[in-house]
């Protein structure tokens, strides 16, 4: 079974660009979520969403939004990128409908990694 | 704000002794509690999860949740060079939705 997969695996920016990076879940699971890991920080919580809409969003401007597709794949878009957005995006999936047994485990992609120049 | 807290580290132990790892959390309305190992350069991979107070086997690994002093904490017996990385302590928001990480413990095994 494949597991979450994001792409693109690089991607340079210049300051004041917009990126765009794309998530496919695991099959079944309905709920995306996405992080950003700058380098040598911890996990920061970007946006969840859930059958295609948006459930919840971190501490992040609002130059920071993405959203689901019916297919269940998700996209995240920075604007106006700045410096220090320069990190690993990792995206998560999870299978809702099963919270109750699995707790909500979340599973990784390998991650996007964005520089910004 | 709620938090996730962790000792970022680094723990060092020899090989084959037991490397034990601690997180506190904020929420006391968390239900669910996850251990995520993390290799430099890599994304993180779940290692297990818990719910229930007490202890959980997984091989080498003991998870041990105490709710009502809102601890979690991992065990890691007969420590391998291999089992050096940051590990993730996870906590699902009291209404389930989001899950929070700490900032990670930075874990070295000397051979």
């Known amino acids: 079974e494949a597991g979450v997969t994001q792409s693109p695996t690089h991607l340079i920016k210049t300051r004041g660009q917009q990126a765009t990076l794309r998530c496919s879940p695991i099959?079944?699971?309905?709920?995306v979520y996405w992080y950003q890991q700058a380098l040598g920080l911890g996990l920061q919580f970007l946006l969840w969403?859930?059958?295609?809409?948006?459930?919840n969003r971190g501490n992040f401007p609002p130059r920071f939004s993405g959203r689901q597709f019916p297919n269940y794949s998700s996209e995240l878009n920075v604007n106006a990128l700045e410096l220090e957005d320069s990190a690993l995006y990792l995206c998560?999936?999870?299978?809702?409908?099963?919270?109750?047994?699995?707790?909500?485990?979340?599973?990784f992609g390998e991650g996007s990694w964005l520089t910004v120049v | 704000q709620k938090e996730v807290e962790q000792n970022s580290g680094p723990l060092s132990v020899p090989e084959g002794a037991i490397a034990s790892l601690n997180c506190t959390y904020s929420?006391?309305?968390?239900?669910?509690f996850f251990w995520y190992r993390q290799y430099s350069g890599k994304s993180p991979e779940l290692i297990m999860f818990?719910?229930?107070?007490g202890d959980k086997e997984d091989g080498r690994f003991t998870a041990q949740l105490n709710k009502a002093s809102q601890y979690v904490s991992l065990l890691i017996r007969d420590s391998q060079p291999s089992d050096s990385a940051t590990y993730l302590c996870?906590?699902?928001?009291?209404?389930?939705?989001?899950?929070?990480f700490g900032a990670g413990t930075r874990l070295f095994v000397k051979a």
């Open positions: 998560a999936s999870s299978l809702t409908r099963d919270r109750a047994n699995s707790g909500n485990t979340i599973y």
């Open positions: 099959s079944g699971h309905t709920s």
């Open positions: 969403y859930d059958e295609g809409e948006e459930r």
């Open positions: 929420d006391r309305g968390s239900q669910s």
């Open positions: 818990i719910y229930s107070n």
């Open positions: 996870a906590v699902n928001e009291g209404g389930g939705f989001k899950t929070i």
